[in-house]
C-alpha cells in the first residue's frame, strides 16, 4: 500500500529556510518521479515540483516562482524525499504535499496522485 507522509512544516519568517521531509513506504523511490504540490484554502492547487523516472520519462519540473530557491532531493536507502526551501516569501505559505507524480501530455500539465496528510508552512512578513 503506497504510503506517504510529510514533515517539517513551522512557521518561518521571510528570507528563512525549512526542510521538508516525505517518508516513504509501500513501494521503492527508484521507480517514480516523486513532486510537491502546495495548497492554499480557496485557491487551485499549484504544482511546486516533480523529480525522477517514471515510465520512460524523466522529470526535472520546479514552479517558476521556486527555482532557485526550492530543491528537491531524495535518499533512496532510506526511501525518503526532501525539499529544502530557501529565501522563503509570504507568498510561499501554504499547505505542502509530497505525491507520485507525472506529466499528462493530454492535459498539458503535471499530476499528482497518492499524497499524504501534507505539512504546514506559514512564512511572515
Known amino acids: 500500500q503506497v504510503q506517504l507522509v510529510e514533515s517539517g512544516g513551522g512557521l518561518v519568517q521571510a528570507g528563512g529556510s525549512l526542510r521538508l521531509s516525505c517518508a516513504a513506504s509501500g513501494f521503492t523511490l527508484d521507480y517514480y518521479a516523486i513532486g510537491w504540490f502546495r495548497q492554499v484554502p480557496g485557491k487551485l492547487r499549484e504544482g511546486v515540483s516533480c523529480?525522477?523516472?517514471?515510465?520512460?520519462?524523466?522529470?526535472?519540473y520546479y514552479l517558476d516562482s521556486v527555482k532557485g530557491r526550492f530543491t528537491s532531493s531524495r535518499d533512496n536507502a532510506k526511501n525518503t524525499v526532501y525539499l529544502q526551501m530557501n529565501s522563503l516569501k509570504p507568498e510561499d505559505t501554504a499547505v505542502y504535499y509530497c505525491a507520485l507524480c507525472r506529466y499528462d501530455v493530454y492535459g498539458g500539465s503535471y499530476e499528482y496522485d497518492y499524497w499524504g496528510q501534507g505539512t504546514q508552512v506559514t512564512v511572515s512578513s
Open positions: 523529480i525522477g523516472s517514471r515510465d520512460g520519462r524523466t522529470y526535472d
